[in-house]
């Protein structure tokens, strides 16, 4: 147990003389009427003169961030979801009794306050308190710096006390709800349906990582936790529901990154009768929409650098990029051995063993990914990386995906689907034998999937949009735990 400093002690012991004063330190029967927000909305244009006049009596609650005693008056700056509003609490005004107790409360205090808007004699709107009650005693001291709480593993670790200090970060947060908000309505406008798929599945499928494992007792049986809704959400377009998205959690039992998290925020959705073409006008609509609406501009700044957002975006294919930005020639990335060569001329340590489509993508990770700094589509991914997507018809080499890169980072991934069931059974097969090898990332055989596409996927584009990156793009984020609220963190010391 965590031993008390003379702070934390002093605090304790004003809780005590409360509570013998038959103050109740936690109460919970004061009705708010408004909030900070309200009274600067209401009154951001009264002068003085007009203020006077105001019979709104306002009654509102919130955390005391910073105070200035005069004696027989104070001035504390109150804070709620809405922001901070300067409240004077004077002696006279509020009784007695009331200052007493007033006068005892600690920065971190929850109070509740009534009384009518005034202006002070700098300008400053204000609340003269009539009334004003403890609500919550704090037991803890804010940061001694109130306006920034600095230490990045502190806060990560207790992101409460980041967002009750540092007004920036409940920004972003307020920008990632907007956000996701902004997506559903732009989906649901075009017609396509939320659905929720699950989290515990008997098969880790949908994407190539690492699943998190776990039992179920009562069914006696290993579940594992979701990578990816994707062959899911395409069993119910099987079933008729032709136009279907989610935005839910992923896990993938990976490293932890400036970019990734164990557990992470996708949308993924499915369009029948579309192709992985349509896909890319439409996520360069719906990217510029919500980008639009957010940050007022499709011209951003991210790490201090310009991100040019605006339409038509830059398209390329995966074997275009890397002859432009790996400054090779085209014919190396035809020959296995000269791209395993070029490979490991780059400082790249790669089993012997690869195939020529995994050798490129270790290619273009290393020399084309950095420099995709403004939206770019890179198409036509070797099939032997891509194994729930369909086949290009003139080259089976590669198949109809793309990704989508923005700051030198992937933000989407989309494909038409496949299904031919008995293209997919094979492929599974080679997913699995490469599993039975070694390869702890690859797919696992997921017969009832091949069942449902038997019964006939109609043709498909389906993607999956990162929500956490796309939020670190729209809020100037540096790494992905500053738009996770609880990221996460090796156990504390």
Known sequence: MEELNDILLQRREKLNELREGGHNPFANDFPVSHGTMDVRDAHADDDTEALEGCETRYRIAG??????????????????????????????????????VFRKLDLGDVVGVAGHPFRTKTGELSLRAEEIRLLTKSLRPLPEKWHGLTDVETRYRQRYLDLMVNPEVRDVFLKRSRIIGLIRDFMRERGFLEVETPMMQPVAGGATARPFKTYHNTLKMDLFLRIAPELYLKRLVVGGLERVFEINRNFRNE?????????????????????????????????????????????????????????PWKRLTFKQSIVEYGKVSEDVLEDRTRALEYARSLGLDLDSRMGLGKILTEIFDEVVE?????????????????????????????????????????????????????????????????KEAGDEEAHAMDDDYVRALEFGLPPTAGEGIGIDRLVMLLTDSASIRDVILFPQLRPEK
């Open 63 to 100: 955390r005391i961030m910073a105070r200035r005693d005069f004696g027989k008056a104070a001035f504390i700056q109150l804070q709620d979801r809405g922001g901070r509003l300067q409240v004077y609490v004077a002696r006279d005004k509020v009784g007695e009794d009331a200052f007493e």
């Open 255 to 311: 490293g932890i990154s400036i970019q990734h998290n164990p557990e992470f925020t996708m949308m993924e959705f499915y369009q029948a009768y579309a192709t992985y073409e349509d896909l890319m006008d439409f996520t360069e609509e719906l990217i510029c929409a919500v980008a639009s609406d957010v940050c007022g501009t499709l011209n951003l700044t991210y790490g201090g650098k310009e991100v040019d957002l605006s339409p």
């Open 370 to 434: 950095p420099h995709l700094w403004h939206p770019t589509f890179i198409t036509q991914y070797p099939t032997e990386v891509s194994p729930l997507s369909r086949k290009n018809d003139s080259d089976p080499e590669v198949v109809d995906r793309f990704e989508l890169f923005i700051v030198g980072r992937e933000l989407a991934n989309a494909f038409n689907e496949l299904n031919d069931p008995l293209d997919q059974r094979a492929r599974f097969e080679q997913q699995l034998a490469e």
